[in-house]
């Protein structure tokens, strides 16, 4: 913040600059006026859209010199596209303004929070610590995010998809809230890097549900009945389905066996030689 000598003090914060103007600007030379008014110009060329707020609070009575000089501020305001405010808590000066019927073309507030908010512009607090805190958190959640997708993407299972899973949805939904908060808390780098996070953490969290793993999500696949595998006495290996099919033909062939050995008796039986009744030659 730069502070210029009296009679008026110019302050440059981060989004707008403030020019309040002293009781003794009163009793100024016109010269000085003409000098204070380039003073002030001078620093306008520095900004490419500037906010201006004229603080005229400290005073009780303004001249028509004076009039002209914040005239032509706001005139080179409005060249620049820029904004301007004025703050004023007195009558006097405000009857002032509206016999030159500047209070119909002049934003006239009675607060700086007023005067702020009038320029759309944040104003800054907290030294910029809430800010730092912001951005920390949010370089946080898209490092989170990214670990998340790395173990959720890696050949080798180092932790369980639903784990690396839950790490990236956590992670990117934290780095949207920080990056949202930035944006429209803080302004300047620390809005920029906000809108950098919340990019960030979506692409990262859209990666991880385009990647999901089959196991999550996917109907699990049918298993083929695993079939032991047993040593023969041969020494070959056969499977249990085997064994009880060869024991399936032993049994049949036994009985095979058993049919034709019935058969064969009742054939015997059969081709027999049939007496009849004796008969005398």
Known sequence: MSTSESPYRFESTEGYSVVSLQPELNDAQWSDFERIGSEILEKLDSMQTP?????LSSLSYMGSAMVALIVRVWKS????????????????????????????????VGTRDEAVQALGVRAKTGGGEQGIALTALGLVAILGAA???????????IVQSKIALVIVFVASIAGVIAGMVSVMKESGWQQKFGMFVIAASVLIGVTGILNLPDGLGAPPKQRKAIIPVTQAPNGKPQTQQN????????????????????SAESGKTDGAPVRGPHRNP
Not at 250 to 260: C, H, L, V
């Open 243 to 262: 064994t009880k099919d060869k024991d399936a033909e032993k049994e049949n062939g036994k009985e095979a066996k058993d049919t034709e050995g019935k």
């Open 147 to 157: 670990v998340g997708l790395y173990l959720l993407m890696s050949p080798t299972e």
């Open 51 to 55: 906010a201006f707020l004229i603080d």
């Open 77 to 108: 305001i409005r060249e620049r596209n820029g904004r301007m405010v004025v703050v004023n808590q007195h009558d006097m000066v405000f009857e002032v303004m509206k016999l030159a019927g500047l209070h119909t073309v002049w934003t006239i």
